[in-house]
């Protein structure tokens, strides 16, 4: 009988204390930074519909930009669920306010903050009441509409937030499911929530999002020990995965360092050492070691820079610069660092004996001329004058202002005030392009091919060849004349000196020719007188008309 009436007891309570409905699955779910959006594919009133979104962690959902109308649009138009509850409101206290952007509605979690709205009407049509309770509702064409709070929608559209953060993707490249703790089935989330459990189909694994490490961010991993898949994050170990000889993964580590319970993470004694430079593994112990230039401190883990100029005293030859680790040498005002050396400025000019100056050039002590000066290319120690004009001041001698000299390719000239410059020589004038057109330019000329290009000294101008419609081959372009051997003097003699010479050939030259004349007439007109001697001797009689050749003989006799 006792037995009876407990078990009429039980079953009272059973019938009284009906078991409770499983939490529903959302029909889809999309996480986007640290929110999550879930719908909800269940028929409820607005505050049904608000329990709802809590028994997973979130509430209602909110929409205060455009991210969060495309994530209502993937799940919306994905599943079509038909009109689904938005977290907006109208307190019963309070009257639809066209004027605002949410009409004087409020979200759930209190405040009125947003930058998108989606009303189905303006306001002055609207087809709900004017006045609270109303609440919102989204339709399949993503607008907000206005009913009442105790109606029914197809659907519930809820948000969850995550201030801690949430775990990125895993590697697309497996199938997987993620489970999420508001109930979600998805196999693709760009983010998932902490308690996520994602399972990797192919690989047998199961991984969660919760804290990791010891700094607790959030992470993919296992609750059991141990390596998983080493194709999937490394195994989850710290330093290397491996496979024994059953094919099973599992975790190693470094040199130095030791494998956790976890048999994922490895440990190492300068890990909590915490040493500022170096740290020496020594068995199950480290020492905190610093670079050479510093000390290590009493601490025993900081380190401490040297002065090196005070602990060593005669480091450089003049002044000692310390810095962090090491030192630095300088020299005095007026001397040259050099390899380590202290030397006076210009030490490496004293053997140049450079005829203008000396200078450092590219970390190397080379002549160098004064302006309107270059370097004598076969003794870089002397300078020659550069003219960029046609006339230019000549170099004299100090102490003797008659002796000047002008640069290549230029002539001393004398002007009518007594001034003496440098002209420049007409090297046209002396034919040395030959046919070709000749450009005088300050200290040189250029030879111009029919082309208009420049003639370049030793070469030939390119003509274009025409073919022989005889023998088929091409002629050879002639040759550019050679130039005359005569150049203009480089020496720096006067222009008077060479007209002198020249005066002095020519009047030799005249002088030649003078005399052979003189000397060819002379023997003209004594072989004419013989000839006529000849004639009147032959004749033996005296004649009293001379022939006129013989009578002019003797006239210019």
């Known amino acids: ?202 690989l047998g694994t199961v991984l969660e999002c919760h804290p990791q490490g010891s700094n607790g961010s959030l992470d993919w991993g296992s609750t059991a020990p141990g390596a998983w898949a080493c194709q999937l994050q490394n195994g989850g170990c710290d330093d290397q995965c491996f496979l024994d000889e059953q094919g099973g993964p599992f975790c190693a580590c470094l040199e130095g360092k030791t494998l956790l319970e976890d048999q994922r993470s490895c440990w190492s004694p300068c890990a909590s050492l915490g040493c500022q430079q170096h740290c020496v593994p020594q068995d199950d112990s480290a020492v905190c070691m610093c670079y050479e230039g510093y000390k290590l401190d009493s601490d025993g883990k900081s380190c401490l820079d040297i002065d090196d100029c005070q602990a060593t005293p005669g480091l450089c030859e003049q002044e000692c610069i310390n810095t962090r680790g090491a030192f630095e040498c300088r020299c005095w005002k007026g001397y040259d660092l050099v390899k380590g050396k202290c030397l006076p400025e210009k030490w490496g000019c004293f053997d140049l004996r450079c005829e203008h100056d000396c200078n450092l050039v590219d970390g190397e002590y080379k002549c160098t001329c004064f302006e309107g000066y270059i370097p004598d290319p076969r003794k870089p120690d002397k300078c020659l004058q550069v003219c960029n004009q046609s006339e230019c001041a000549p170099e004299c001698e100090p102490h003797n202002l008659n002796e000047c000299y002008c640069p290549e390719n230029f002539i001393l000239d004398e002007k009518m005030d007594g001034r003496k410059v440098c002209t420049d020589i007409d090297e046209c004038e002396s034919g040395f ?50 130039p005359p051997s005569f150049a203009p003097p480089k020496d720096g003699s006067s222009r008077g000196t060479l007209v002198a010479i020249i005066v002095s050939v020519t009047f030799t030259v005249v002088m030649l020719v003078v005399i052979i004349c003189y000397l060819v007439k002379k023997r003209y007109a004594a072989q004419s007188i013989s000839d006529c001697k000849s004639q009147q001797s032959e004749s033996g009689v005296a004649l009293q008309q001379v022939s006129p050749t013989c009578d002019s003989s003797r006239q210019k006799m």
């Not at 889809?28 to 505050?47: E, Y």
């Not at 200290?443 to 029919?450: A, E, H, Q, R, V």
Request: include cysteine; charge should be negative.
């Open 1 to 202: 009988m006792w037995f009876l009436l407990v078990a009429m007891g039980s079953l009272r309570a059973g019938l009284a204390s009906p078991a409770p409905s499983p939490a529903p699955i959302p029909l889809g779910a999309q996480c986007l930074g640290s929110a999550c959006f879930g719908l909800f594919g269940v028929s409820k009133s607005f505050a049904e519909a608000g329990g709802v979104c809590e028994e997973g962690g979130g509430h209602l959902m909110t929409v205060r930009s455009t991210v969060a109308a495309e994530a209502i649009a993937l799940l919306v138009l994905r599943d079509r669920p038909g009109s689904a509850w938005l977290g907006l409101r109208l307190p019963g206290n309070r009257c639809v306010e066209p004027a605002k952007r949410l009409r004087g509605f409020q979200w759930v979690t209190g405040d009125e903050r947003t930058d998108f709205q989606a009303w189905e009407s303006d306001g002055s049509g609207a087809k709900g009441p004017t006045c609270g309770p109303t609440c919102v509702a989204v339709t399949r064409e993503l607008k907000w509409q206005e009913r009442a709070c105790n109606a029914s929608a197809e659907a519930i559209l809820c948000e969850y937030n995550y201030t801690n953060g949430t775990c990125g993707p895993l590697p697309a490249t497996f199938a997987i499911t993620y489970f999420t703790p508001f109930g979600a089935r998805e196999s693709d989330l760009v983010a998932s929530p902490p308690g996520t459990r994602a399972e990797v189909h192919s």
């Open 433 to 482: 392009c030959g046919s070709l057109k000749c450009i005088n330019i300050p200290g040189g000329y250029n030879c111009i091919c029919l082309n208009g290009l420049i003639k370049e000294e030793g070469s030939f101008c390119e003509l274009p060849s025409e073919p022989d419609e005889f023998s088929g081959e091409t002629e050879t372009p002639p040759k550019s004349p050679v």
